[in-house]
């Protein structure tokens, strides 16, 4: 399998711009998180989707963050406006099963991430 | 809330072994991971150890699991430069609907 794919791997935009990133989980994976990763707050859990609906968001930010799985195999989060602090790397994680049974199929894959950058 | 600490840096030389530390709040964690990061890309899953275990070994890595004192190491016998990076202690229970609480990484620095 080819893992988890992110897209694209940076994005530089301006302050108010749309940026929208994308995900496709590995295959047969039901579950698909999505993190951001900040120096100054290390790895934080935004949101995650089961079966492509979503379970937990309480990670997001603020409403200008908003996050869509249509289908098993793709996933966007998307920043509308963007800000300055909005500058992290995002990456997306899939997973078979949550936690819970002690098996290695609960365990997260990584993708590679996006480094967004917002001037 | 749930909460995980890692010193920041370790250096080593090669050849010598690398061993670093991760210590955890929630008593109920009934999986701990350990991830490793190189610069510029994604968290690669080094391994895992499941709350009933106490040690697990993996070639070079040992996994050590102290449940009384909420303590979790990684070993890495003959440290080599390539294992230069920043490894994330994580946990997680059935409880917090499969988050996983990350630690802040510590960056190991392996000297020639």
């Known amino acids: 399998d080819a893992g988890v794919i992110q897209s694209p791997r940076h994005e530089v935009t301006e302050m108010g711009q749309e940026v929208t990133l994308r995900c496709k989980p590995i295959?047969?994976?039901?579950?698909l998180f999505w993190y951001r990763q900040t120096m100054m707050r290390g790895l934080e859990l935004l949101i995650y989707?089961?079966?492509?609906?979503?379970?937990?968001d309480s990670g997001m930010p603020e409403d200008r963050f908003s996050a869509k799985m249509p289908n098993a195999s793709f996933s966007t989060l998307k920043i509308q406006p963007s800000e300055p602090r909005d500058s992290a790397v995002y990456f997306c994680?899939?997973?078979?099963?949550?936690?819970?049974?002690?098996?290695?199929?609960?365990?997260?894959?990584f993708g590679p991430g996006t480094r967004l950058t917002v001037l | 809330g749930e909460d995980v600490e890692q010193s920041l840096f370790l250096s080593v030389r090669e050849g010598d072994s690398s061993v670093i530390n991760c210590t955890y709040t929630?008593?109920?964690?009934?999986?701990l991971y350990w991830y490793k990061q190189e610069p510029g890309a994604g968290l690669q899953l080094l391994t895992y150890?499941?709350?009933?275990?106490d040690m697990k070994q993996d070639q070079r890595l040992t996994v050590l699991l102290n449940k009384k004192d909420k303590h979790l190491s990684l070993r890495i016998a003959d440290t080599q430069t390539g294992d230069s990076a920043i490894y994330f202690c994580a946990e997680t229970t059935y409880n917090q609907g499969g988050k996983l609480i990350f630690g802040q990484g510590t960056e190991l620095s392996v000297k020639p």
């Open positions: 295959s047969g994976h039901d579950y």
């Open positions: 929630d008593s109920s964690s009934t999986y």
């Open positions: 989707f089961n079966n492509n609906v979503p379970i937990d």
């Open positions: 994680a899939s997973s078979l099963r949550l936690a819970g049974n002690q098996r290695a199929t609960d365990t997260q894959y």
């Open positions: 150890i499941f709350s009933n275990m």
